[in-house]
């Protein structure tokens, strides 16, 4: 099973600042890192897909990139909506498909 | 526009069993993979389980193997889980999942398993 470790575990921004959320997968996932998105209460969200192509209606201040074990997610300027927590998850090797333990962005 | 409505969630006793369902609409159901997720209280997601799109290939955790098991009615565009020998550790919000070409793309709400006592 591949093992998906993000960091850190909370990352605290002001509005209107970049933040940078990290994934690694114990072993190469090639392209095949997604990114979803989670509010409380809320379905999770696909953001980013084969590592860096952004779902549809995604909007553009968000990024991915990295191929086989080291990930990032960028926020290029947080918005209010954009405080939740994110998750990383491979599908290179399934089954299971793995996900990381979540990143928490939280207003500073 | 794509919906996953998950139901059949409650609060059920050790070694109890349950029924999940999930009525899908929105997109052509028999040509898709689908899959559960669930998460604990306070912790991340963790897949649970597949099933192709004819229910001809099922797949399932290690924690739920033998325990779960997973189908679908393209019929009636839905997706079940049927779940016995529960163990508190299954206690968490169970998601119905839509997968396109190895991602999964939508989910639903989520419906809230409780394994207690």
């Known amino acids: 099973e591949i093992v998906m470790t993000q960091s850190p575990a909370t990352l605290s921004v002001s509005p209107g600042e970049r933040a940078t959320l990290s994934c690694r997968a114990s072993?190469?996932?090639?392209?095949?890192l997604a990114w979803y998105q989670h509010k409380p209460g809320q379905a999770p969200r696909l953001l980013i897909y084969?590592?860096?192509t952004r779902a549809t209606g995604v909007p553009a201040r968000f990024s991915g990139s990295g191929s086989g074990t080291d990930f990032t997610l960028t926020i290029s300027s947080l918005q209010s909506e954009d405080f939740a927590v994110y998750y990383c998850?491979?599908?290179?090797?399934?089954?299971?498909?793995?996900f990381g333990q979540g990143t928490k962005v939280e207003i500073k | 526009e794509v919906q996953l409505v998950e139901s059949g969630g409650a609060a059920v006793q050790p070694g109890g069993s349950l029924r999940l369902s999930c009525a899908t609409s929105?997109?052509?159901?028999?040509?898709?993979?689908m899959h559960w997720v669930r998460q604990a209280p306070g912790k991340g997601l963790e897949w649970v389980s597949l099933?192709?799109?004819?229910?001809?290939?099922?797949f399932y955790a290690d924690s739920v193997r033998g325990r779960f098991t997973i189908s679908r009615d393209n019929s009636k565009n839905s997706l079940s889980l049927q779940m016995h020998s529960l163990r508190t550790e299954d206690t968490a919000l169970y998601y119905c999942?839509?997968?396109?070409?190895?991602?999964?793309?939508?989910w639903g709400q989520g419906t809230l398993v409780t394994v207690s006592s």
């Open positions: 999942t839509k997968e396109r070409l190895r991602i999964i793309d939508y």
């Open positions: 929105g997109f052509t159901f028999d040509d898709y993979t």
């Open positions: 099933i192709t799109w004819d229910g001809g290939s099922t």
């Open positions: 072993q190469s996932v090639n392209s095949m």
């Open positions: 084969e590592a860096s």
């Open positions: 998850q491979q599908y290179h090797n399934w089954p299971p498909e793995t």
